[in-house]
Each structure stands twice: as structure tokens, then as C-alpha cells.
């Protein structure tokens, strides 16, 4: 028997990487929660296709928005996905020169911190229904 978690078993997490120095060592923050690779690598997409369109300015060419998010925007990585990971560098030019849509930036609808249920929120509500009480 082995202790080795099995693929269906792991988890993935995305690093948040701030590409303006700001953080230490340019991780600002990891994303744990998806169960699979395809949610990981479609949160990670999402979340940078946001940050591209966070840097555009009007009337700014796609050099100008890229340009703009490598100073001043977050990158994402599928930590330990190898290959099979979604990478920024294959979609930066087609993302700097083509304005999302709301739906292509909502990466907090893929986020697993939102899909999560509150660890305390059973712990108030009792065991059996009361009874109604009328008066």
C-alpha cells in the first residue's frame, strides 16, 4: 500500500504572480481548491485575461496594454501542471490586442474560495426543529 494521492486525489493550486515587484518574490498569493486541471487552468486564463484588461487604457494599442501589464499586472501559473498547464505567454498578444467580454474576465465565478461552504455555518442551527409557538 502506498501513501502516494492518486490524480483524481489532488488538488491544484494557481499562483497569483504581481508583476510589479511588489510582492515577495512576485507571488502576491496561491489559489488552492480545484479539483481538476481544467478548472485550474481555466481559473488562471480568466484571472489574467482580467488583469490584461484592467491595464488598457483608451485609445492604447495592444503594444501599449501589453507593455502596461508587464509592469503593472499579475500573471497566473498552474503550480506543478508542466506542459499541461495553461501559459500566459501563449495568449498575451491575442489578449492585448482583443477587448475581453465581461464573461471572459470573471474569474471569481471559477474561484474554489467561492464554491466552499462557511465551516461554522451548520454549527448554530439545531439538531431538531422547534415546534411553533403560538401565543
Known amino acids: 500500500m502506498t501513501d502516494t494521492p492518486s490524480p483524481e486525489d489532488k488538488t491544484w493550486r494557481v499562483r497569483i504572480l504581481d508583476l510589479s515587484g511588489g510582492a515577495e518574490d512576485n507571488i502576491s498569493e496561491e489559489v488552492g481548491g480545484f479539483h481538476d486541471l481544467a478548472h485550474a487552468n481555466a481559473f488562471a486564463r480568466t484571472y489574467v485575461r ?58 471569481r465565478a471559477l ?8 465551516e461554522g455555518a451548520d454549527e ?8 411553533p409557538s403560538f401565543h
Open 50 to 107: 482580467d488583469s490584461v484588461e484592467r491595464c488598457r487604457m483608451p485609445g492604447s494599442s495592444a503594444k501599449d496594454v501589453l507593455t502596461a501589464w508587464m509592469s503593472f499586472g499579475e500573471d497566473a501559473l498552474v503550480i506543478d501542471a508542466g506542459d499541461s498547464g495553461w501559459s500566459s505567454a501563449n495568449e498575451l498578444d491575442d489578449f492585448a490586442a482583443t477587448r475581453a467580454t465581461p464573461m471572459e474576465r470573471d474569474w
Open 124 to 131: 448554530d442551527l439545531p439538531g431538531e426543529p422547534e415546534e
Open 111 to 118: 474561484d474554489p474560495r467561492r464554491l466552499v461552504e462557511d
